[in-house]
């Protein structure tokens, strides 16, 4: 039996050892760099359709607190909607967009929801898709209320 002191690499690694895993390292890194960032097509339709209605639901809250008519304006050809000619947002590229009756025509191929003082709309709703994946972002006449779930 040899004695401690006589062992040849009692702790650490050897230089091959390290040359080996960072060989490694350094081809897990380049697959992951030459790929890009995973994309998924039902993160987006969410994440958009949860901006979307979040804008409806901050229109209708503004249009009650301050007495006023607030206007969403959606542009399905230019991919983009926004609240009382505030900031622009924008849907991703691979999302479609498709709004539903009873929304209000506005030049082009806008299309307008209105939140009026009392919580009301003029209702309606958007179809967000990716693929086989639908959601409907749909907005109540009477009461103003916005609801997401899956279309069919």
């Known amino acids: 039996m040899c004695s401690p002191a006589m062992r040849p690499h009692p702790h650490g690694f050897t230089l091959i050892e390290m040359l080996v ?8 890194i380049g697959v992951v760099v030459t790929h890009g960032p ?3 097509a039902g993160l987006e339709t969410r994440a958009a359709a949860g901006a979307l209605a979040q804008t409806f639901r901050n229109a209708r809250a ?5 007495s006023t008519t ?3 304006a959606i542009d ?7 609240a009382d000619n505030g900031p622009v947002s924008r849907f991703a590229r691979g999302v479609t967009v498709e709004v539903l009756p009873p929304a209000i025509k506005g030049p082009g191929d806008v299309r ?5 003082p009392d919580g009301s709309a003029t209702g309606g709703g958007v179809s967000l898709g990716v693929g086989q994946r639908h959601i409907l972002i749909a ?3 009477l009461t103003g209320q916005v ?3 899956n279309a069919p």
Not at 21 to 28: K, M, S
Not at 62 to 66: F, L, P
Not at 76 to 82: T, V
């Open 76 to 82: 399905p050809a230019q991919r983009e909607f926004s």
């Open 139 to 141: 907005v109540d006449w």
């Open 147 to 149: 609801k997401v779930s």
């Open 38 to 40: 995973v994309h998924s």
């Open 112 to 116: 307008l929801i209105k939140f009026s």
């Open 21 to 28: 895993v960072l060989a490694i390292l350094g081809a897990v």
């Open 62 to 66: 503004t249009a009650m607190a301050k």
């Open 70 to 72: 607030v206007t969403v």
